[in-house]
């Protein structure tokens, strides 16, 4: 109701902001975690969830709020068929794994630390063994450009994609 009300009088409050930045997500019900999570995500600057982005008379500051019905209207239908699994990846792909089935894969980058979840020398060379050894399904896999991930993924077709990195809503 809360988001509601403010979608209705685009509203985009600091207070609200700081008060649903602390909320405790994993302890609501899934609908108002999905509405606190959104409205910060969507007011923070650079997606940071900690900082109000500082609108100016330029850009429209309830942007994302008067799209939401819109947003959730093509995210329902985009998830119709979706089954979202929590697994751990070794678990998932011998569940999912056949000629059907194509993957983006996104793992935490190589020898990249701070992630909330470490992903370690062993989980790399795991999911590397994984998709070289009797794997049926197609893939897309993106990581940073070391020489350890080109040693582990030889044997693929690599393509390198130039990337510049940005912050911006």
């Not at 609200?16 to 409205?39: G, Q, W």
């Not at 985009?78 to 194509?102: A, Q, S």
């Not at 980058?109 to 470490?118: H, I, Q």
């Amino acid at each position: 109701l809360e988001l509601l009300l403010m979608n209705v009088l685009g509203i985009i409050a600091r207070e609200t902001f700081d008060k649903y930045k602390e909320a405790d997500f994993y302890s609501l019900d899934p609908f108002d975690r999905a509405v606190k999570y959104y409205y910060v995500y969507c007011n923070s600057f650079s997606y940071d969830m900690k900082s109000l982005i500082k609108r100016n008379t330029v850009t429209n500051p309830n942007r994302f709020i008067s799209r939401l019905p819109d947003l959730v209207e093509i995210f329902a239908k985009r998830m119709e068929n979706v089954v979202i699994e929590n697994l751990d990846f070794r678990d998932f792909f011998n569940k999912y794994n056949g000629k059907e089935w194509l993957f983006y894969l996104d793992p935490p980058y190589y020898g990249v630390e701070g992630y909330k979840s470490p992903f370690l020398e062993k989980e790399h060379q795991d999911l590397a063994s994984i998709l070289t050894n009797n794997f049926e399904s197609k893939f897309i896999l993106s990581y940073n450009d070391t020489p350890e991930i080109r040693n582990m993924y030889s044997q693929f077709n690599i393509q390198t994609i130039d990337t510049i990195y940005q912050a911006a809503n």
